[in-house]
Structure formats: structure tokens, C-alpha cells
């Protein structure tokens, strides 16, 4: 029988404002957050929507992703439920497919999701449509994937993403920042 998994982001949160030496006063004037919401966060008594998440990893200098991988421990084998939101908001629309500091991070994105950010990661991530259909921008160019479609960004390109038909479902994977990928 499996443990109960409980998610702590508000942990990793808490432990990168305290290695950076900020209050969380510092990190409510970077993120445009409150003070008493910062603290319900690191205290898990309020879970982040993601876009909350990725104004907190803004103001402390690092990444959601990153912050959502220090939230828990490294597992050798874990399975990750479908209901598990991995710490984030239900109405998020997003969740962790892999939990810990692994060498890829994966995250499953349902619904609506604007191209408002732009990314550009270190090393490749690779986007795949499960359903409805989204466009990357990526180099200049708009790339439009339907259901099944696969898209290879190596790192360092710039890119951003948006989904076109309700409903859709995105996976997004990527290498971890924290591994070097060596160049052939």
C-alpha cells in the first residue's frame, strides 16, 4: 500500500526566500503578492494557482518548476495519481507529472493556456498534444500541433505557447537545468 502523498511547495519556497536572505516582504514587492498570502504558501495553508507560483519563482530569482522539484523529496520509483495537483491550486490546470529533482521535469497542462510567457530553458524540452490542438512560437516561426503531435525545442531557443481548441491537453518535458548536457 502506497503512503498518502502530501505536497509541500510551500516548503521549497520558503527555504529559497531564506537562502536568498529576503523577508517576505522582499518577495510580496517583487511578486506583486501579499505578505499574509506569501505566508499561507510557505506555511501550505494556501495552494498557489500556477501563475502565483511562476511570480513567486520570478521574485526569488529561480523557476515554478524548480520550486515544485525542491517541493519533495527524490524517489527512486513514485507513482503520481491523476488527482494529485502536486501543491498547486486546483484551478490551476496544471500539475507535476514527476515529483522530485530527477534529471526531466514534466508537467501536464487541461485547458486554456495563453502565450503570455515567454521560455528558454537551458537544455531541450519536448512538447507533446495528447488532445485539441496548440501553437509555439519558436525561432520566429508559429508551429501549429494537433492531438499526437510531438515538438523538439533544443535549449536555448526562445519560445512560447498557447493552446487553440478548449479542452486541450499538453505535456511538456523537459531536462533539468541542474543537469549539463555536454555537446557531442
Not at 107 to 119: C, K, P, Y
Not at 143 to 163: F, K
Amino acid at each position: 500500500m502506497e503512503a498518502a502523498h502530501t505536497p509541500r511547495v510551500g516548503a521549497a519556497v520558503r527555504r529559497r526566500r531564506r537562502a536568498l536572505g529576503l523577508t517576505l516582504a522582499d518577495v510580496a514587492g517583487r511578486s506583486g503578492l501579499s505578505s499574509p498570502f506569501l505566508s499561507q504558501i510557505e506555511n501550505d495553508r494556501a495552494r498557489p494557482s500556477m501563475r502565483s507560483l511562476q511570480r513567486i519563482a520570478d521574485a526569488l530569482g529561480t523557476t515554478a518548476v524548480r520550486l515544485l522539484a525542491a517541493s519533495d523529496e527524490t524517489r527512486t520509483v513514485d507513482v503520481v495519481r491523476a488527482d494529485d495537483t502536486g501543491g498547486l491550486d486546483r484551478a490551476a490546470r496544471v500539475r507535476p507529472v514527476v515529483r522530485g529533482r530527477h534529471q526531466l521535469h514534466a508537467l501536464e497542462f487541461v485547458g486554456a493556456h495563453e502565450a503570455d510567457r515567454e521560455f528558454r530553458h537551458r537544455n531541450d524540452e519536448l512538447v507533446y498534444v495528447a488532445d485539441g490542438a496548440v501553437e509555439v512560437e519558436a525561432d520566429g516561426r508559429i508551429h501549429r500541433l494537433a492531438r499526437g503531435d510531438t515538438l523538439l525545442l533544443s535549449g536555448g531557443v526562445r519560445h512560447r505557447w498557447r493552446s487553440t481548441e478548449p479542452g486541450s491537453r499538453v505535456l511538456v518535458v523537459a531536462i533539468g537545468d541542474h543537469v549539463e548536457v555536454l555537446e557531442p
